[in-house]
């Protein structure tokens, strides 16, 4: 089994300087869903890819259809994530989840409703149906983490 240095997820911007509410602005400025989406394709480079040594089979999340691995840490009563996905699109909604989820105490995890969220940014109108449920997969495999 592989361990994860503790320090991989501290060091990660989202949920810390990256945040739901910075994410919501700038997706925001963008009136139109093809410059949202080109949003999402560019917040992807923003997060760190996974050394290949943690893209492993046991935290490949069931669900997906892109290739997409979830590792968690709970660190003084905060629970940390780390993702990544061979998909650019994924790789974008996955910053969403974590700048979402990071650093949260596992009473916030539980109250956080990225449904809401998500909707609020225009999204669920324009994800594919396939992309939702693998969205949802990483969703509920956060709270089954936590």
Not at 63 to 76: A, F, K
Not at 100 to 107: E, Q
Not at 120 to 127: A, R, W, Y
Request: aromatic content about 6%; proline content about 2%; glycine content about 6%.
């Amino acid at each position: 089994m592989t361990t994860v240095n503790q320090q991989l997820f501290l060091q990660s911007p989202l949920g810390d300087t990256l945040t739901q509410a910075a994410l919501t602005e700038e997706l925001m400025t963008q009136g139109h869903w093809q410059g949202r989406y080109r949003i999402l394709m560019k917040l992807g480079q923003r997060m760190d890819k996974l050394p290949e040594s943690l893209q492993i089979d046991s935290a490949v999340v069931a669900g997906c259809e892109s290739v997409t691995w979830l590792h968690h840490r709970q660190i003084d009563e905060r629970h940390y994530f780390l993702a990544d996905s061979d998909s650019r699109i994924v790789r974008g909604l996955l910053v969403l989840v974590l700048a979402a989820c990071n650093g949260k105490t596992s009473a916030q995890l539980a109250s956080v409703t990225l449904s809401d969220w998500f909707a609020e940014l225009g999204l669920t109108d324009h994800l594919s149906p396939s992309r939702s449920n693998g969205l949802n997969a990483v969703v509920q495999q956060i709270r089954t983490l936590q």
